[in-house]
């Protein structure tokens, strides 16, 4: 790993984040985790090469650590994205299924350490291109990228939609942006909401400033709209991402026509 963050900078209004596709863990993280942690199974698996090239202005900003050293798309402070529903924290303690991951638990001390070497230069990378993109159009859109299996009762009901728009109730971009992404999302052949079980975590919160010309918005997709299965060695499935992938340029485009709209 050559850093925390890799990125790719663009000419487009359109930042995209990708907190969870990164598989790094440090060898010394890695001998505390149990088997079931160091099977990696909460991974966003395969959504960078889902949306790669779909917006070729895009600017990109990806964590290379995985989740289980610190999660990038936390509050630095340890505030529950959902009180009172099950979640997963800032350094998970557990799987998805609500299963132990570590054979030692990391101490806070642990957790103060990741934070200042992963959490934050990865948002500082993702603060900066923000302000450059807005300095260049007059307007920023963070597009936050996710992928989950779809059923997972331990952290909701019943089968999750294939796609999952997070605004946090429209707080966190433009009325225009939202509406135009949830129109093509439900025009599309999958299944869609806004604001259901996932209304956007902490990125989408803290950067969606609307009123100050940053928007942002979460996407949440079910992972078996593009593997092949939703479990080891979570193939992807080329046919399936091909028709999502057509519907997600056509968000992304469409965003993007949006956003510079808003900054006339």
């Known amino acids: 790993m050559s850093g925390p963050v890799e990125i790719s900078r663009g000419d487009s209004p359109i930042v995209l984040g990708l907190p969870h596709t990164g598989t790094y863990v440090p060898a010394a993280i890695e001998a505390k985790l149990n088997a079931r942690g160091k099977a990696l199974a909460d991974t966003d698996w395969h959504i960078h090469t889902l949306y790669e090239g779909l917006l070729p202005g895009a600017t990109t900003v990806r964590a290379t650590f995985h989740r289980y050293v610190i999660d990038a798309n936390r509050d630095p402070s340890g505030v529950s994205l959902y009180p009172g529903q099950n979640t997963t924290t800032l350094v998970p303690l557990t799987d ?15 957790i103060l350490e990741r934070r200042e070497v992963f959490h934050a230069p ?45 605004t946090n109730n429209g707080a966190t971009c433009a009325p225009e942006i939202e509406a135009i992404t949830h129109e093509f999302a439900a025009s599309s052949p999958h299944t869609a909401v806004l604001n259901g079980r996932f209304k956007g975590g902490w990125t989408t919160r803290h950067y969606g400033r609307p009123s100050e010309g940053v928007h942002a918005i979460q996407m949440e997709l079910a992972q078996s709209a593009y593997l092949s299965a ?33 900054a006339r």
């Open 230 to 262: 939703e479990a080891p060695p979570w193939t992807f499935d080329t046919d399936k991402a091909n028709r999502l992938r057509r519907w997600l340029k056509d968000i992304l485009d469409a965003i993007h026509d949006t956003a510079l709209e808003l």
């Open 96 to 110: 998805f299924d609500g299963q132990g991951i570590w054979d030692i638990p990391p101490s806070g001390k642990d």
């Open 122 to 166: 990865y948002h500082v990378a993702l603060q900066a291109e923000l302000e450059r993109v807005k300095a260049a159009h007059g307007v920023a859109v963070l597009y936050d990228c996710h992928s989950i299996r779809s059923h997972i009762p331990f952290l909701f009901d019943g089968t999750l939609p294939d796609l999952n728009i997070g």
